[in-house]
């Protein structure tokens, strides 16, 4: 047992940052409406490199659709109980992956591309972004799918109603 402290030790520190990162999330999206077909899910992977997510949807209309991380884990009135987007710094709106923390929200995923049989699949890594800890913890706050496409545009991307929304789950630590 001569090493049996080092390694534990060594395994709960990632690059000296003192984080584990082998928290996982799940998502089951739920259309907003009384009889709307879309449904899907979500795992969220924490990593080094930021939140690992993968989005797949079903019953939704063909084309490109927002997704993003609102302020709130609630899905009530038409995924209005989910709040704006979750974006503790004011930060203007944008697509995280290549903005950043300071010119992004933390949930600005863009866009989910669904095909013509209504399924759709994104995969996406929201760096600095985790699902418990620090000022852009995630879980329990909800991934909401928008009926409009993300333009980007000020203050959230123009995207339209909610039409599917589910709250963030932390399933393993």
Sequence with gaps: MRYGWGVLVGLGLVLGTGRVFAETGTVELR???????????????????????????????????AIHIHQYGACDDQGNAAGGHFNPD?????????????????????????????NGLLTIRLPGVTLSGGAYGVGGRAIVLHEKVDDFGQPTGNAGGRIGCGTIVITAQ
Excluded: C, R, W, Y
């Excluded at 009384?34 to 797949?56: H, N, R, W």
């Excluded at 995280?96 to 933390?106: E, N, Q, R, T, V």
């Design 90 to 118: 004011g930060a203007p709106h944008g697509f995280l992956p290549s903005d950043g923390l300071s010119k992004a929200h933390p949930g600005d995923m863009g866009n989910l591309d669904v095909g013509q049989d209504g």
């Design 31 to 65: 259309g907003t409406t009384e009889g709307s077909a879309v449904s899907g899910s979500a795992m969220l992977i924490d990593s080094p490199q930021g939140l690992e997510v993968t989005v797949e949807v079903m019953g939704v209309a063909p084309g490109k659709h």
